[in-house]
């Protein structure tokens, strides 16, 4: 499997049919937009005492177990689902927000930024810091008491159409398949998961949203969606060095003025501490290596003297959307619905989504379940499209719409300034604000340069202490992959990483991606070669993002597969 260079062979075998289930609403991922709607549906149909069947896919090994955030949580979309669920003995949301910092660092020191001139909204207090991966372990068992069927471990690998063209459900992917694509002893057909509508809710850059947005053309009159990658440590620190509810957001060192992105360390529950890094994927150095600028982060005095004498518990990493308002395709299309960071609901400057995607997932449920009562399917949710464009996410997303084109066209310090006086006006004149959208332009994988035109970045070493090398922090992440199946990452044209990437890119895999999956190794003849271990994957679909030849697509793997995040 480390070998492969990505193609897919022919099966070898006829298969046998799928089995086919039938559910009034199909649901593909269990993270906060998936499971805010498939409670909602579920709350409709006890609510009017209606018969309704609701399944949630999710390909992580457990729900919970591909979550990853900071994560400062605003309850404004918990408050909507389920009323009182800060009351809940067994909610592990329990930390708030008591102070907020906000510095900008250089090299060895840092200015503190006041908060006063900030808009209101970048303000953090009523928020809830902890682990998002356990809020949805949390409300998976909400949905299950609900009566919602949710099925862990099992990967939604394709689209099933009607003869019309509209969405009729998913397939998961078959299990047991060898690396050369032929049955093994414990080869499991996948199943087909029919639903009267399907709600996609599989996070940033999903695989199956990515097909029905190009397969439905529903970006044609939006900007190209923007990315960023968040690299994230969970940290036990000394219990004097412990502050609850202390919310730190920096920008700055170690990232040049002219390359976006930030970096968090927040407090909470017993000695722990959320330490992140986000670069904006729209970076243009093909040297630059995120995960490396994320291990120099901590070197900084600042951050470094809080966490000496801790001990890092968890690592992970993920692509989030960052185009905004003028980024969101068309939502719905014939038989379903894009919810959640699937359809990019992530407000940057805020960098929060989950209140956005309970609330997406909301909408959803309450526009299909009236479809369904009045004996609709497989058609056009219109009414979902308008509730999300007038109501709590639109507005959310249109008051900071220009935030990110703004630190992408005048660097970080001109950017923020600007951003911040157009927040400012969107909030008192929150109709019109300065009168303008910006655009984003191309997207972000034509925004490398050449290494002609490039710098090469002398990383230190790890010191294993407080930085680490990246293989040895996937072993945190708890990643693993069946070694013997086909590799989830596949290549368009095989050649392109070695004769075209390589010379004019330095084959920039090798650096964007946070696990080392992607190497130039040598050859017996000397001869470089492009391999890929896909076995270290921990799903952040960078590279089906930042590849400069566009010629990676991520697939998903067997069901089960990829991290298995504990208290991210």
């Given at each position: 499997?480390a070998?492969?260079?990505g193609?897919?062979?022919?099966?070898e075998?006829?298969l046998?049919?799928?089995?086919?289930?039938?559910?009034?609403?199909?649901i593909?991922?269990?993270?906060?937009?998936?499971?805010?709607?498939?409670?909602?549906?579920?709350?409709?149909?006890d609510?009017q005492?209606k018969e309704?069947?609701?399944?949630?896919?999710?390909?992580?090994?457990?729900?919970?177990a591909?979550?990853?955030?900071?994560?400062?949580?605003?309850?404004?979309?918990?408050?909507?689902?389920?009323?009182?669920?800060?009351?809940?003995?067994?909610?592990?949301?329990?930390?708030?927000v008591k102070?907020?910092?906000?510095?900008?660092?250089?090299?060895?020191?840092?200015i503190?930024?006041?908060?006063?001139?900030?808009?209101?909204?970048?303000?953090?207090?009523?928020n809830?810091?902890?682990?998002?991966?356990?809020?949805?372990?949390w409300?998976?068992?909400?949905?299950a008491?609900?009566?919602?069927?949710v099925?862990?471990?099992?990967a939604?690998?394709?689209?099933?159409?009607?003869?019309?063209?509209?969405?009729?459900g998913?397939?998961?992917?078959?299990m047991?398949?060898?690396?050369?694509g032929?049955?093994?002893?414990?080869f499991?057909?996948?199943m087909?998961?029919r639903?009267?509508?399907?709600?996609?809710?599989?996070?940033?850059?999903?695989?199956?949203?990515k097909?029905?947005?190009?397969?439905?053309?529903?970006?044609a009159?939006?900007?190209p969606?923007?990315?960023?990658?968040?690299?994230?440590?969970?940290?036990?620190?000394?219990?004097?060095?412990?502050?609850?509810?202390?919310?730190?957001?920096?920008?700055?060192?170690?990232?040049?003025n002219s390359?976006?992105g930030?970096?968090f360390?927040?407090?909470?529950?017993?000695?722990?501490?959320?330490v992140?890094f986000?670069?904006?994927?729209n970076?243009?150095?093909?040297?630059?290596?995120?995960?490396?600028?994320?291990?120099?982060?901590?070197?900084?005095?600042?951050?470094?003297e809080?966490?000496?004498?801790?001990r890092?518990i968890?690592?992970?990493?993920?692509?989030?959307?960052?185009?905004g308002?003028?980024?969101?395709p068309?939502?719905?299309?014939?038989?379903?619905?894009?919810?959640?960071?699937?359809?990019?609901?992530?407000?940057?400057?805020?960098?929060?989504?989950?209140?956005n995607?309970?609330?997406?997932?909301?909408?959803?449920?309450?526009?299909?379940?009236?479809?369904i009562n009045?004996?609709?399917?497989?058609?056009?949710?219109?009414?979902?499209?308008?509730?999300?464009?007038?109501?709590?996410?639109?507005?959310?997303?249109?008051?900071?719409?220009?935030?990110k084109p703004?630190?992408?066209?005048?660097?970080?310090?001109?950017?923020?300034?600007?951003?911040?006086?157009?927040?400012?006006?969107?909030?008192?004149?929150?109709?019109?604000?300065?009168?303008?959208?910006?655009?984003?332009?191309?997207?972000?994988?034509?925004?490398?340069?050449t290494t002609?035109?490039?710098?090469?970045?002398?990383?230190?070493?790890?010191?294993?202490?407080?930085t680490f090398d990246?293989?040895t922090?996937?072993?945190?992440s708890?990643?693993?992959?069946e070694e013997?199946?086909?590799?989830?990452?596949?290549?368009?044209?095989k050649?392109?990483?070695?004769?075209?990437n390589?010379?004019?890119?330095a084959e920039?895999?090798?650096?964007?991606?946070?696990?080392g999956?992607?190497?130039i190794?040598?050859?017996?003849?000397?001869?470089?070669r492009?391999?890929i271990?896909?076995?270290?994957?921990?799903?952040?679909?960078?590279?089906?993002?930042?590849?400069?030849?566009?010629?990676?697509?991520?697939v998903?793997?067997?069901g089960?597969?990829?991290p298995?995040?504990?208290?991210?």
């Open positions: 499997m070998d492969s260079n193609q897919l062979p022919e099966r075998a006829q046998p049919e799928r089995e086919a289930m039938e559910f009034d609403v199909v593909v991922g269990a993270g906060p937009s998936g499971l805010a709607a498939a409670i909602r549906l579920r709350q409709l149909a609510e005492g309704l069947s609701v399944v949630v896919l999710e390909k992580g090994s457990e729900v919970g591909h979550i990853l955030s900071g994560a400062v949580v605003d309850p404004s979309g918990l408050n909507r689902l389920l009323p009182g669920w800060a009351d809940e003995a067994d909610c592990p949301l329990k930390t708030q102070t907020d910092r906000f510095y900008y660092l250089r090299a060895q020191g840092k503190p930024l006041p908060g006063f001139p900030m808009p209101p909204l970048m303000n953090n207090h009523g809830y810091v902890g682990s998002l991966g356990d809020l949805t372990r409300l998976g068992e909400k949905a008491e609900l009566g919602v069927e099925y862990p471990g099992f939604a690998s394709e689209v099933l159409y009607d003869e019309k063209g509209a969405v009729v998913v397939a998961t992917g078959d047991g398949v060898s690396a050369d032929t049955p093994k002893d414990s499991l057909r996948g087909e998961l639903g009267k509508y399907t709600l996609l809710a599989e996070g940033a850059r999903g695989s199956l949203s097909t029905l947005i190009e397969h439905f053309d529903l970006a009159d939006s900007e969606q923007k990315f960023g990658i968040g690299l994230k440590e969970l940290w036990e620190i000394e219990p004097g060095k412990h502050q609850p509810g202390l919310v730190q957001h920096s920008f700055g060192w170690p990232l040049d390359t976006g930030g970096s360390l927040y407090h909470y529950g017993e000695n722990l501490v959320s992140g986000v670069v904006h994927l970076y243009q150095n093909p040297y630059l290596s995120p995960y490396h600028e994320f291990q120099r982060f901590k070197t900084h005095p600042h951050i470094a809080t966490l000496t004498g801790g890092r968890a690592y992970g990493a993920r692509a989030i959307t960052e185009g308002w003028q980024s969101i068309k939502l719905a299309f014939p038989g379903g619905a894009l919810i959640g960071c699937a359809a990019g609901f992530m407000n940057l400057p805020r960098i929060k989504g989950s209140h995607a309970i609330q997406s997932g909301i909408e959803a449920a309450e526009t299909a379940f009236a479809a009045q004996g609709r399917e497989h058609d056009v949710l219109d009414g979902y499209e308008q509730r999300i464009r007038e109501g709590a996410v639109g507005k959310d997303l249109k008051t900071v719409r220009n935030a703004l630190w992408s066209r005048f660097g970080t310090i001109g950017g923020i300034m600007l951003a911040g006086i157009d927040m400012w006006a969107n909030t008192i004149l929150p109709r019109v604000g300065l009168g303008f959208t910006l655009g984003h332009g191309k997207p972000d994988s034509d925004a490398l340069k002609a035109n490039a710098k090469p970045i002398d990383y230190p070493k790890p010191d294993g202490k407080l990246r293989l922090n996937v072993s945190f708890a990643t693993n992959h013997d199946q086909p590799v989830h990452l596949l290549l368009a044209d050649s392109v990483p070695i004769d075209v390589l010379p004019k890119y920039p895999a090798q650096r964007y991606c946070p696990a999956v992607y190497e190794v040598e050859d017996e003849d000397g001869k470089p492009f391999q271990n896909a076995q270290n994957c921990v799903h952040c679909k960078t590279c089906d993002i930042k590849d400069p030849s566009g010629n990676i697509t991520w998903c793997p067997e089960g597969g990829g298995n995040y504990t208290g991210m």
